[in-house]
């Protein structure tokens, strides 16, 4: 596509459910990122994927967070028995290069709303 | 530890006047330097970035950024500003080594009101 796209654009749960958050990279970019942005506070790294594998997942804040990444594409963030704290919008990007080249720009997507009660 | 500071969570400018939002680092070594862009319900949106070189950066809608090796700063900036600037804007910073290079941090991020 376009551009990267993630879905839904907004979900709201119930505190305990498990919720999967869907990104889809721009095609062909190697590296995908997820980050959390919560209300009055800046960007906070999760997780990052150079092709399937997470070389970088010290962001994720608890155990009730994983992702995975399949077929070099799409990924999905799950967070299970969630709690209101984790009430944030989440953030995908993506970039053509790995990591390593780090001056490569990363390209976001909408984000997810996510609010839990 | 590293860290990206945005000391103005607002900074208001009349249209047609100079702008100036704020952001010094606390990294080692010299990090790569990215200015983005969020509107309202959108994702964010890469401005510019330092990698290297010229000091004076120029990137999308006019804007432009000075990387200050001696002060750590990287104060994005328009010389006139316009409504449609209005938006949310973040500094981050990202580590020169391979190894620790996926992480970028943000600043708090900075809230721009152009009034007409």
């Known amino acids: 596509g376009a551009g990267v796209s993630q879905s839904p654009s907004n979900k709201v749960t119930e505190k305990g459910k498990d919720v999967e958050l869907r990104c889809d990279p721009i095609?062909?970019?190697?590296?995908l990122y997820w980050y959390r942005q919560s209300l009055g506070q800046g960007l906070e790294f999760l997780i990052y994927?150079?092709?399937?594998?997470?070389?970088?997942k010290s962001g994720l804040p608890s155990d009730r967070f994983s992702a995975e990444r399949t077929g070099g594409s799409v990924s999905t963030l799950t967070i299970q028995r969630t709690q209101q704290e984790d009430s944030a919008v989440y953030l995908c990007?993506?970039?053509?290069?790995?990591?390593?080249?780090?001056?490569?720009?990363?390209?976001f997507g909408p984000g997810t709303r996510l609010l839990v009660l | 530890a590293q860290s990206v500071a945005q000391p103005e969570d607002q900074v208001n400018v009349a249209e047609g006047n100079p702008l100036t939002v704020k952001c010094t680092y606390s990294v080692s070594g010299n990090p790569y330097l990215f200015w983005y862009v969020q509107y309202p319900n959108r994702g964010l949106q890469f401005l510019l970035k330092y990698i290297t070189g010229d000091n004076l950066v120029k990137g999308s809608y006019g804007f432009e950024a000075e990387f200050n090796k001696s002060q750590t700063s990287f104060h994005l900036k328009k010389p006139s500003a316009l409504v449609s600037d209005s938006a949310l804007y973040f500094c981050a910073v990202r580590d020169r080594n391979p190894s620790s290079a996926s992480k970028i941090i943000f600043g708090s991020g900075t809230r721009l009101s152009i009034r007409p």
């Open positions: 994927f150079q092709g399937n594998s997470a070389p970088d």
């Open positions: 095609s062909g970019h190697t590296a």
């Open positions: 990007a993506s970039s053509l290069r790995s990591a390593e080249v780090s001056w490569e720009t990363q390209y």
